[in-house]
């Protein structure tokens, strides 16, 4: 999106604006600003003309101009009917420089999960990587892994879905004991809504570029889902898919931005804390009670022989004896 677009957009945002203040605005002439409403008329939206200016009076329902209406954070939307893979647009962009873009796809053809793991995303999803440059050591990168957990789950909520979070970063539905959950649904501890998958490049002492993807089974049929996964559509209806990545965003940016209220937020959302676990770490595997959360992202879990801090594992919910 060019940069005359983006600030027409965030103008006509704040309500009617006259074409001549427009022109100021955006340093161009009114035959500029008129060619530019034009081509968001094209695009879907509804541009009125009256005497107090340009209104806006539909917005379309998905988009790169329809997601950056309104969006209260600095990113910059780039968006694709069809992707294979939105993280590897983001590294892609990441490589060339970009900072502070979002890509987002309708669908996906060529999606990947944690530790390679295949995930299904059929048009109709959210499907999103955020490309980020924060001026962190690459130690507090989980952090981010941990804000788009929480963002994600705030926007779910809003939705009407009563998600909650599985360390570190799985956003599920229910506690998979349901009648009607399947063994994947138990054996997770609850209906896959959303998944994170976080890239990195970096030196020693700093992150040289972050890429955040978030996958949202948003509008999506339970059959096109693989066992265990659920979806906004089969929990609380069809959501607003505009709505919901601008909410996500502006959650996200919030957190990016006050990284100490990253952890409580996440504790409050957390299922997997007082829950027995089983973590299968790269040095062996870590059974006990869960019992807190450290900075970046580390789980503390209490067993036998004491508390062990785990920096990276797979997580699964045991039952109660």
């Not at 941990?146 to 879905?161: D, N």
Request: glycine fraction near 10%; aromatic fraction near 6%.
């Amino acid at each position: 999106m060019n940069e005359t677009r983006r600030a027409l957009l965030d103008a006509l945002s704040d309500g009617p604006v006259a074409g001549p203040e427009l022109a100021d605005r955006l340093g161009v002439s009114r035959a500029a600003v008129w060619k530019q409403v034009e081509a968001l008329r094209e695009d879907g939206f509804g541009v009125e003309s009256g005497d107090d200016g340009y209104r806006v009076t539909d917005v379309p329902e998905y988009g790169e101009s329809a997601i950056a209406f309104g969006l209260d954070a600095p990113f910059e939307v780039e968006y694709h009917d069809s992707l294979d893979s939105s993280n590897d647009r983001g590294r892609e962009l990441a490589v060339e420089g970009a900072s502070d873009v979002v890509v987002v796809a309708d669908e996906q053809t060529g999606s990947r999960g944690r530790l390679k793991r295949e995930w299904t995303a059929p048009s109709g999803g959210v499907w999103m990587s955020l490309v980020l440059r924060p001026d962190r050591p690459p130690a507090h990168v989980p952090a981010f892994t941990l804000a788009a957990a929480v963002a994600t789950t705030r926007a779910a909520r809003e939705a009407g879905v009563d998600a909650h979070i599985k360390w570190p970063n799985d956003v599920l539905v229910g506690a998979g004991d349901d009648p009607d959950d399947d063994a994947e649904a138990a054996r997770r501890g609850g209906r896959k809504l959303a998944g994170i998958l976080t890239e990195m490049e970096g030196e020693a002492d700093r992150v040289s570029w972050l890429v955040v993807g978030i996958g949202v089974n948003a509008n999506v049929d339970a059959a096109d889902l693989p066992p265990g996964a659920t979806s906004i559509r089969e929990e609380a209806g069809d959501v607003d898919r505009r709505a919901f990545v601008q909410r996500l965003l502006e959650e996200f940016h919030s957190l990016r931005e006050d990284t100490e209220a990253v952890l409580p937020a996440w504790r409050e959302y957390a299922s997997t804390l007082g829950r027995r676990v089983r973590v299968e770490t790269p040095g062996g595997t870590v059974e006990g009670e869960a019992v807190d959360v450290r900075f970046p992202g580390a789980l503390v879990v209490r067993t036998d022989d004491g508390e062990e801090v785990v920096h990276a594992g797979d997580c699964e919910h045991l039952r109660s004896a």
